[in-house]
């Protein structure tokens, strides 16, 4: 019997996809890891119609795989434009080629996948979220999206002077080695932050400027992280001294934080799991906040979310192991009933 063949897509530091491999190699598989940053100049792909037939080709600087023989993808961490300080428009240009190419690629590797382009960029669209969380029964905090400073004004008034502000989307823009000191990248992530009623003035200019989403700020006394793998759900609950702040602070990397396994009520975990099967997630995480008088609210999900810190401090949750069981699950399985339920996952993303 062949050994499934098993492709990770992700960036070149990713500790998550790290311990996915070394669990994955001591089960005998080796998967092959597609770093984006190295396409199109060490690593490419090559897909091909005529008529019926079709082919695929994935090549990195060690190997070739033909998409036929892949079983199972993990994609995590595309990121964004990957571009130089002042980049040109024609560099522009061929990262968005790039990035229309990868997409393609679900329609020639017909396997499994965690999770597909498609429903991993729906999924970081947080209205979306937000939306599909309400419909569950999930509490979600009170939010608007505007570009018109006197309603921001007026919605911070209302949330008791207590907002915060997030972008629209998952925003990245990572520089090349000439961009950055000592050929590193540099990845800047325009992400949530508190409004201080002292600089209101200018988040309002910036309101003014772009579409924003506003959204009350929620106390906690306690967070939830749950991790769905497949039908598989991990929680862990999670302490730090930051609990208290917004979550635009939370767990900062100097903060320490304390793990532990924890449970949530069933209706809970049966919501959590209908939340990422609704948006065709193979994997996500969602973060849940326990307020002071003990409701659970959600605050978002991420298709790519972090595991690996969890266990470092709660090794009982054990995701790494369940992410390459997964993997290595599917990619034996294959079939008509995994492309059926990829085709499936596609089209409720859609």
Do not use: Y
Request: proline content about 7%; charged content about 25%; aromatic content about 6%.
């Amino acid at each position: 019997m062949s050994v499934p063949k098993v492709v990770m897509f992700t960036d070149r530091f990713d500790l998550d996809v790290d311990a996915v491999i070394l669990r994955l190699r001591e089960l005998g598989v080796f998967p092959t890891r597609v770093v984006f940053d190295d396409i199109p100049a060490a690593a490419d792909f090559s897909l091909s119609i005529e008529g019926p037939r079709w082919t695929g080709k994935l090549r990195t600087r060690n190997r070739s795989i033909e998409l036929r023989e892949v079983g199972s993808i993990l994609w995590r961490k595309p990121g964004g434009v990957r571009l130089t300080e002042r980049p040109s428009v024609a560099q522009q240009l061929i990262w968005a080629e790039v990035e229309r190419g990868l997409a393609e690629l679900p329609s020639f590797a017909d396997c499994h996948w965690m999770n597909a382009p498609l429903p991993t960029r729906q999924a970081r669209q947080p209205l979306g979220q937000l939306k599909r969380a309400a419909d569950l029964g999930f509490e979600v905090p009170r939010t608007i999206v505007t570009s018109v400073p006197d309603q921001a004004k007026a919605f911070f008034e209302s949330c008791q002077r207590r907002m915060i502000l997030k972008p629209l989307g998952d925003t990245t823009i990572a520089g090349g080695e000439a961009a950055a000191p000592h050929g590193k990248t540099v990845d800047a992530r325009l992400g949530p932050s508190l409004v201080q009623e002292a600089h209101l003035q200018n988040h309002l200019a910036e309101i003014a400027s772009t579409p924003c989403l506003l959204q009350e700020l929620v106390s906690k006394k306690a967070e939830w992280r749950v991790t769905i793998v497949g039908d598989d759900l991990f929680v862990a609950q999670i302490e730090s001294e930051t609990t208290l702040r917004p979550p635009a602070d939370r767990w900062k990397k100097d903060a320490p934080i304390v793990v532990r396994k924890g449970t949530l009520p069933p209706g809970i975990e049966t919501r959590c799991v209908a939340l990422a099967k609704g948006m065709g997630l193979d994997f996500c995480t969602i973060d849940l906040l326990l307020t002071p008088d003990d409701r659970l609210v959600f605050a978002d999900c991420n298709p790519q979310g972090q595991f690996v810190f969890l266990e470092a401090r709660a090794p009982e949750l054990r995701i790494t192991h369940a992410v390459a069981a997964r993997l290595l699950d599917r990619a034996s399985a294959g079939g008509a009933t995994d492309r059926a339920s990829s085709t499936a996952a596609t089209t409720r993303a859609s």
